[in-house]
């Protein structure tokens, strides 16, 4: 007995589903038969409203959602030089203008593994990271500029130089 009445109300169910689908064919074969392509879309409008309930998540979600302004500050000018590289020591923000520094180098020093230490007239310190050879002497003006991914590169300031080294800021 228990099976027959769910098969029975499984063929209801087809039988169903199978005449909204005849009714939605003949309604698509009508939109499809106007001419006027504005009056065509509202109707293939209507019905998409009819075979499936409209719920407009976007504007539920916005008004879940918290309002929340982005950071834009940027350290001023004054403070380009201290800042230049610092962004793994705290969460310094450096506009994207200043991607380059010509500083002086103060102090040189070669750590255990054969890289070298800077000391700049500013106080600053940085330390080579990669294992290329550069020439450099106390008293030089160099050039830090950025690269892909965080990366600094230092060089000599001169124009026909063009052989850098990685470096990596540790004060």
């Not at 965080?150 to 800021?169: E, F, G, M």
């Given at each position: ?98 991607q380059q520094l010509v500083l002086t180098v103060e102090k040189l020093s070669k750590d255990h593994y054969d890289k070298w230490r800077f000391t700049f007239t500013n106080g600053q310190q940085w ?45």
């Amino acid at each position: 007995m228990k099976n027959m009445t769910i098969i029975t109300l499984a063929i209801l169910t087809l039988l169903s589903l199978t005449t909204k689908a005849e009714t939605l064919n003949g309604s698509l074969a009508q939109c499809l038969k106007i001419q006027d392509s504005l009056a065509r879309l509202v109707c293939f409008d209507d019905l998409a409203e009819q075979a499936v309930p409209a719920v407009n998540v976007i504007a539920k979600m916005e008004k879940n959602a918290p309002e929340t302004k982005a950071d834009t500050s940027v350290a001023p000018t004054s403070t380009k030089v201290a800042d230049f590289g610092a962004e793994h020591l705290t969460t310094y923000k450096v506009a994207e203008e200043d991607q380059q520094l010509v500083l002086t180098v103060e102090k040189l020093s070669k750590d255990h593994y054969d890289k070298w230490r800077f000391t700049f007239t500013n106080g600053q310190q940085w330390q080579q990271t990669d294992n290329d050879f550069l020439k450099v002497e106390v008293g030089d003006s160099v050039l830090l500029k950025k690269g892909f991914m965080s990366a600094v590169y230092l060089k000599k300031n001169h124009p026909d130089s063009n052989r850098t080294i990685r470096v990596k800021r540790f004060k």
